[in-house]
């Protein structure tokens, strides 16, 4: 099973930027679809961001839509995900994924094989 490890999360104030990094371990990453998900307590997970095993195509939720960007680097097992314009309703522990299917895409928790540990976000108002 792939393991992953968020870096990058910190305290930002509304309108900043900040960028998490997601690195993975295991030769089959580049098998697998990537994602982003994002939860606030009391709260299901809510999808942010998924990227396809060849990092050609990529999703979004409706609300960081034009605002943030899911990228890949496949040579480095790392997967980025670039959060520009932040709001304080950003405010989420951010998590990592893989597909849970080779070649799958992890739009869905029911979608996503591996997590990371998650990485706290915090914007200020």
Known sequence: QVQLVESGGGLVQAGGSLRLSC???GRTFIYY???WFRQVPGKEREFVAAITHTGRTTYYGDSVRDRFTISRD???N???LQ???LKPEDTAVYYCVTS?????LPTTPRLAGSWGQGTQVTVSS
Do not use: I
């Open 23 to 25: 690195a993975a371990s």
């Open 33 to 35: 679809g990537l994602g």
């Open 74 to 76: 496949n040579a480095k």
């Open 78 to 80: 790392t997967v980025y």
């Open 83 to 85: 959060m520009n314009s």
């Open 100 to 104: 849970k299917d080779m070649m799958g």
